[in-house]
């Protein structure tokens, strides 16, 4: 009776290995890139997992190799119990390192410079511009040349650059579509910069890469790359449906909530980002604290 019950559960360890490997072939997030971006971080990544195999691989295999010669029934294992100094091994033991330390800086020097997040990308069209504010625990994006803004929903035409100025309304965090590459912080007060692209049409998940409270786990957004026809048609829709984000607005929105439901706002008030920004870099909690807020000069007692 127990040779069918192990046979049973090897059968069972072997369709859930299975199952492990088909779902861990499914192209998904940094390894299945949507943007030029994205596929030069992929690149990047690639070529430094190689760099580090060439190290990794030979010191496996010359270990297994050791240990089977050198077994205790080999007896055409020479052991030698006198210590001797063998420049010729020390030599490659300490150069193949170095030079992979080398190669490896060499990558990411070159990496992290050609993947700056402030460069613009190159393209025919022209670049979408979009503010990013990080809300508890909620993105807002605002479009200040169309008007709009949304909440965790991003739609950007497919082919068209965007060019991202990022912040937060209250702790750090983190903007990262995994598909579309470089994640970015946003820190309260400051303004961080981001370029992406992505090429063709789809449905990209966004989440917040750093951890900030309870309402963590929901901070998520979807990007939407649309045809530039379709995007134009958000737009409109957006105008004619949308409520106002005024002061009054952005402090009812700027109040911590979880699980936020995705919405749109047909106008939002002028330089909402940069008052967003100077609000939180003169200390004041009036944006996290959902109180209409004003410039800080004009605050009582400030």
């Not at 072997?14 to 971006?37: K, N, S, W």
């Not at 030069?40 to 240990?67: C, D, G, K, Q, Y």
């Not at 950007?156 to 060019?163: F, H, R, W």
Request: net charge neutral.
């Amino acid at each position: 009776m127990r040779l069918p019950l192990a046979r049973s559960r090897l059968y069972r360890l072997v369709l859930v290995g299975v199952a492990l490997f088909v779902a861990a072939c499914r192209p998904v997030g940094v390894l299945d890139p949507q943007g030029p971006i994205a596929a030069a971080e992929r690149l990047v990544l690639i070529n430094s997992l190689a760099i580090m195999l060439v190290v990794v691989v030979p010191v496996i295999i010359t270990t297994l190799a050791f240990a089977w010669w050198y077994r205790a029934s080999n007896p055409r294992a020479v052991r030698s119990l006198d210590v001797a100094y063998e420049g010729r091994i020390e030599f490659v033991t300490w150069s193949i390192p170095a030079l992979i330390v080398i190669l490896l800086g060499g990558v990411t020097w070159i990496g992290s410079h050609q993947l700056d997040p402030k460069a613009p990308i190159a393209a025919d069209a022209k670049p979408l511009r979009v503010d990013v504010v990080a809300l508890d625990w909620k993105w807002l994006f605002i479009y200040p040349d169309q008007g709009i803004a949304a909440v965790n929903q991003l739609v950007v035409p497919a082919g068209t650059p965007v060019q991202f100025r990022l912040t937060s309304a209250t702790v750090m965090n983190s903007f990262f579509v995994p598909q579309l590459g470089s994640q970015i912080y946003t820190m309260a007060g400051m303004e961080t910069h981001l370029n992406l692209l992505a090429d063709k049409p789809g449905e990209y998940p966004g989440i917040s890469a750093n951890y900030s409270g309870d309402g963590f786990a929901d901070m998520r957004f979807t990007v939407n790359a649309v045809l530039p026809g379709d995007f134009d048609k958000w737009i409109a829709q957006a105008h004619g449906a949308g409520s106002s984000l005024d002061a009054a607005g952005y402090a009812a929105l700027a109040k911590p909530s979880k699980a936020v439901p995705p919405a749109t706002f047909g106008s939002v008030e002028g330089n909402l980002f940069e008052r967003i920004v100077n609000e939180t870099a003169a200390g004041s909690d009036n944006g996290a604290a959902g109180a209409a807020w004003c410039p800080p000069a004009l605050q009582a007692g400030g």
